[in-house]
């Protein structure tokens, strides 16, 4: 079946980086948008951006930009989120989540991935 | 930045009425606009794309409505899975995407 197969959870110190994968199974990974969101404990979805597998190609949230990078290995299916100088605020589940250019919406999740940024 | 809000932000009513979900953009997004629901624990489950199209297995009794700015999710008549927390997202200013702040949907 399709699914999107997200790494475990991760305690990082304030100043790290962290880098979550997503592997994609069921369907073909080039074919389909990674789109990657958060959430705070208690709070709503936020949205960090996205890649096309496809041709690498990503786009930022401005908020993000500078500190997020997106990357895929095709030969294995998976793309990576990778954020950088952490900070407490940044302590959320991260979801992947697949996507398509022709039409709105998020049809696959990842389980989610809980990061931790604690001193 | 386009903003959504969504209204209300609770809503409580019992199993087998109608509920009316309202999404509000800052700026016209055309028909790029889709709903989804979250339970405690999980992953959102994308109910509606497109504005009004429903996603593969999602029930008849939720539909979507609008284009423009104002934005409709409607569930005909409420089960007890229904009760959660629904969100909008547009996609209008590509790559741009943005999520409305959730209605949450209790029983009465």
């Known amino acids: 079946q399709v699914q999107l197969v997200q790494s475990g959870a991760e305690v990082k110190k304030p100043g790290a980086s962290v880098k979550v994968s997503c592997k994609a199974s069921g369907y073909t990974f080039t074919s389909y948008d990674i789109n990657w969101v958060r959430q705070a404990t208690g709070q709503g979805l936020e949205w960090m951006g996205w890649?096309?597998?496809?041709?690498?190609?990503?786009g930022y949230a401005q908020k993000f930009q500078g500190r997020v990078t997106m990357t895929r290995n095709t030969s294995i299916s998976t793309a990576y989120m990778e954020l950088s100088s952490l900070r407490s605020e940044d302590t959320a589940v991260y979801y992947c989540a697949r996507g398509s250019a022709f039409s709105t919406g998020m049809d696959v999740w990842g389980q989610g991935t809980t990061v931790t940024v604690s001193s | 930045e386009i903003v959504l809000t969504q209204s209300p932000a609770t809503l409580s009513l019992s199993p087998g009425e109608r509920a009316t979900l309202s999404c509000r953009a800052s700026?016209?997004?055309?028909?790029?606009l889709a709903w989804y629901q979250q339970k405690p624990g999980q992953a959102p489950r994308l109910l509606i794309y497109?504005?009004?199209n429903r996603a593969t297995g999602i029930p008849a009794r939720f539909s979507g409505s609008g284009s423009g700015t104002d934005f409709t999710l409607t569930i005909s008549s409420l089960e007890p899975e229904d009760f959660a927390v629904y969100y909008c997202?547009?996609?209008?200013?590509?790559?741009?995407?943005?999520f409305g702040q959730g209605t949450r949907l209790e029983i009465k």
């Open positions: 700026q016209s997004v055309s028909s790029y």
């Open positions: 890649m096309n597998p496809n041709s690498g190609n990503t």
């Open positions: 997202q547009q996609r209008s200013n590509w790559p741009g995407i943005t």
């Open positions: 497109d504005a009004s």
